[in-house]
T-cell receptor, first 114, second 113 residues
Framework: DQQVKQNSPSLSVQEGRISILNCDYT??????FLWYKKYPAEGPTFLIS?????DKNEDGRFTVFLNKSAKHLSLHIVPSQPGDSAVYFC?????????????FGSGTQLTVLP | KAGVTQTPRYLIKTRGQQVTLSCSPI?????VSWYQQTPGQGLQFLFE???????NKGNFPGRFSGRQFSNSRSEMNVSTLELGDSALYLC????????????FGQGTRLTVV
């Protein structure tokens, strides 16, 4: 049972345009959400996070939106740059739980075309 | 501040052998988690340690074990290796408490032949 789903395995966007990556979750206990970026043969790099008490968090070119009623979050990258080409993972966790386990989606390969 | 360090970066082992992977977390971080990444499977949670105690374990067989030392460094051990254990093993450290942001090392690429 996949508790965190990224239904688009890949996304191609033109440089300078907006990239929108989507993520859905099913576990109502999740109250903290994170996005990671991963290049081949490297570990994931933390990008941005959002707590369930917010519906938007912004950091530079990256904005994460959370829709709790729909159990959906999205990552917007504006403007997209060729260096943004990587696999993006959505992750979710329960901040009230005693263990710090993150549940990851299967990832979306973003390709930004010059 | 130094990041998460994992050693070795690459490892080739024979089926049936055992292997130990090491992880040094970011200074001050007390929580260390381990994940397995295989093609098409995303990141699968193995276990999490905090103050030398295993707090949570994922759905992996008992051949996978770990420990954490008093300086927060952690090791992961896999015994009786199988071909399917070939994967990228990632370690992540976090402060603990209510902070969930985890920072990953570069991983250890294990190949079982």
């Amino acid at each position: 049972d996949q508790q965190v789903k990224q239904n688009s395995p890949s996304l191609s966007v033109q440089e300078g345009r907006i990239s929108i990556l989507n993520c859905d979750y099913t576990n109502s206990m999740f109250d903290y959400f994170l996005w990671y970026k991963k290049y081949p043969a490297e570990g994931p790099t933390f990008l941005i996070s959002i707590s369930s008490i917010k519906d938007k968090n912004e950091d530079g070119r990256f904005t994460v939106f959370l829709n709790k009623s729909a159990k959906h979050l999205s990552l917007h990258i504006v403007p997209s740059q060729p260096g943004d080409s990587a696999v993006y993972f959505c992750a979710a966790g329960d901040s009230s739980g005693s263990a710090r386990q993150l549940t990851f989606g299967s990832g979306t390969q973003l390709t930004v075309l010059p | 501040k130094a990041g998460v360090t994992q050693t070795p970066r690459y490892l080739i082992k024979t089926r049936g052998q055992q292997v130990t992977l090491s992880c040094s977390p970011i200074s001050g971080h007390r929580s260390v988690s381990w994940y397995q990444q295989t093609p098409g499977q995303g990141l699968q949670f193995l276990f999490e340690y905090f103050s030398e105690t295993q707090r949570n374990k994922g759905n992996f067989p008992g051949r996978f074990s770990g420990r954490q030392f008093s300086n927060s460094r952690s090791e992961m051990n896999v015994s009786t290796l199988e071909l399917g254990d070939s994967a990228l093993y990632l370690c992540a450290s976090s402060l603990g408490g209510t902070v969930l942001e985890a920072f990953f090392g570069q991983g250890t690429r294990l190949t079982v032949v």
